[in-house]
RNA sequence: GGUGCUAUCGUCUAGUGGCCUAGGACAACGGCCUCUCACGCCGUAAACCCCGGUUCGAGUCCGGGUAGCACUACCA
């Protein structure tokens, strides 16, 4: 009978969701999507001393700009940044769920599968320092403080004491512990290199990944484990909890992926990547309340969800064929676990800028112009209010569809379209060097008279009127009309002439020229 | 140090024993277009980690090296 298809995304509250984290949650979701099942979004947060407020809520807030739906446990309420809980799985947090680890924590103690160790960490600190490779296992608890080792009546004594203490798994030495993989096939480690781990910790009553990890995955009836490689190396540990749990039959499959690297150099991809090459390694801008810090994010740098979806899918992932642009039914219908490489994939954002061309260019200059609007106007703001002409939003949407296909970002549009909103002041010197020739004023002068007596102000009039004239005296078409752009846009840069002053309008070009001839030299 | 995973252009990758003279995309470079800058189009350069073995034949299978990465916490 086919199990019905459950994966989990279950990220710790740490800190803003990497953008590694991402791209886990969206191989689930996809996985998910694909076979009908459910998407599941449980917290982590195990470790009380390493909670960043805000964090839960930026992860399900990331998540839900970029479209990954969630199904069940913890999203965002639909319109609204409050945080629901769905699902008879509950609860998803990991700290409200206490009760429920006492009871299995029980379970392998009773089963003899687990023992309660009081060894402090400083004790443990002093054993490493003291033994090179100092290890928790079966060839050292027996030296250790732990209720193997102590008489019943002194293990109940410390409890009874209110000693600190843990509960460590206990692993049966030289036992081969097979892992089946989605990804890499059968990967086999021998318990000898695995250490009793720590399942619980009384100090805080909470219980480490491993032991809640596997007691929520069973609970919540997860059918497949898809996560990061880092998690690889622990696989037969937690093979061996649904062992002792007597969960053999229906442990889930694991997918263990590749690791998003380092763009140069070597290494896991980090958050001090992204401010040393200048890119977001987290989807939202993140204020850290914890430590102060920012951190700049694809969304308020200018990238459509789309693009990320897209860019992430394929870092990692590869269809056959040469497809590129996938939409996210697109990717929901070709993905397959098997197609997943092998080998962590270096991180290389000019691809993601690349993608962003591509979806900024599937926009409407409406839709653009609906984005690029709040940013035109603070940098409006920002200059002299005097001088911006009056801008709505029909003019704003017919310069970028001049503009568009020359920018990766709805903010870099104000580098190509500001000088249809503000004239120059200044032109650019490399420009006039090249294209401002000892004849340009006289050029200009005599335009403008030429100008001056055109009343049907359009591109084909212009033409019309302009290029016999030029030809007709002999100036070149290069010469006259190059020195023409610098006038009007301060650079030899920008669309073609004729759309720039039909946007401009005949006085504000006349005005750009009588300028031009004033200010330059 | 130990254990595991991995290994095709600078980068992401296609390739599942003959279709490979190794394909695509990003980036780079060159050209075309052109009143400029871009976009676009066309083109160039660019890779099977090394050594053995299996086979008529290996990028593809096997072994050994080497290298990279991950893990090795009362973090996840």
Known sequence: MERRVRVRFAPSP?????????????????????????MLLRIEDTDSTRFVPGAEEYILEALDWLGIGIDEGLRQKKGTKEIEAVGNHGPYRQSERRE???????????????????????????????IANFQYDARTREQMCNSLTLSKEEVDARLARGDKYVVRFKVEPNE??????????????????????????????????????IVDDHLMEVSHVIRGEEWLPSAPLHVLLYRAFGWADTMPEFAHLPLLLKPDGNGKLSKRDGDRLGFPVFPLEFHNQKDGTVSSGYRESGYFPEAVINFLALLGWHNTGDQEMF????????????RVSKSGAKFDF??????????????????LAELFMPVLEEHLRNLNASTARDINKTVVAKVIGLTKDRVNFVPEL???????FVAPTEYDEKSLKKRWKEDSPKHMTELLELLEGVNDWNAETLDATVMPWIE????????????????LVGAARGPHIWAITDVLGKEETLARVRAALKTIK
């Open 414 to 420: 104000w580098e190509q379209v500001n000088f249809f």
């Open 100 to 130: 429920i680890y006492h009871q299995y924590v029980k379970q392998l103690l009773d089963s003899g599968h687990a023992y309660i160790a009081f060894d402090t960490p400083e004790e443990l600190e002093a054993k490493r320092n003291e």
């Open 14 to 38: 740490t800190g803003a969701l990497h953008i590694g984290g991402v791209r886990t949650a969206l191989y689930n979701y996809l996985f998910a999507r694909q076979h009908g099942g459910d």
């Open 472 to 487: 007709q005296k002999e100036y070149g078409v290069g010469i006259v009309m190059n020195a023409f752009r610098i006038c």
């Open 350 to 367: 000019e691809k993601g800028k690349w993608f962003n061309h591509q979806y900024l260019q599937l926009h409407s200059d409406d839709e």
């Open 327 to 338: 939409t996210m039914d697109e990717l929901i219908q070709q993905f397959s676990l098997d």
């Open 176 to 213: 081969d512990v097979h892992v089946h993989d989605l990804i890499r096939g059968e990967v086999v480690i021998n318990s000898n290199i695995l250490d009793d781990k720590v399942l619980y910790k009384s100090a805080d009553d909470l219980p480490t990944y491993h032991l809640a990890n």
